[in-house]
Nanobody
Framework: QVQPVESGGGLVQAGGSLRLSCAVS????????MGWFRQTPGKEREFVAT????????RYADSVKGRFTISRDDAKNTVYLQMSGLKPEDTAIYYC????????????????WGQGTQVTVSS
């Protein structure tokens, strides 16, 4: 069973930085594309960033482009989301997810999800 587990969330002031980690057990990490999504109460899950197998390419939501960086360490079966220049509107539960095949910004294409980690940005 593939199981992603997120960590690294917390409370940070606006303008600050956080690094989220997502360790994946089970499955074949190197053959999986990875994605980060976020969700706030009453809203649909929102795409944040995705990285392809072997880290060949990455894509970002316009709202985080230039502030967030997704990366992966295949030796550790871990994907990261480095967040800087955080804004109060970045407050959400952040989820990582895995999918086979190519990377995607569509959350319904991802097969396995972590439990999420809360990020709160104070103004």
């Amino acid at each position: 069973q593939v199981q992603p587990v997120e960590s690294g969330g917390g409370l940070v002031q606006a303008g600050g930085s956080l690094r989220l980690s997502c360790a994946v057990s089970g499955g074949t990490f190197t053959s999986s594309a990875m994605g980060w999504f976020r969700q706030t109460p009453g809203k649909e899950r929102e795409f944040v960033a995705t990285i392809s197998r072997f880290g060949m390419s990455a894509r970002y939501a316009d709202s985080v482009k230039g502030r967030f960086t997704i990366s992966r360490d295949d030796a550790k079966n871990t994907v990261y989301l480095q967040m800087s220049g955080l804004k109060p509107e970045d407050t959400a539960i952040y989820y990582c997810a895995t999918k086979s095949g190519s990377s995607s910004s569509t959350y319904k294409e991802y097969q396995y999800w972590g439990q999420g980690t809360q990020v709160t940005v104070s103004s």
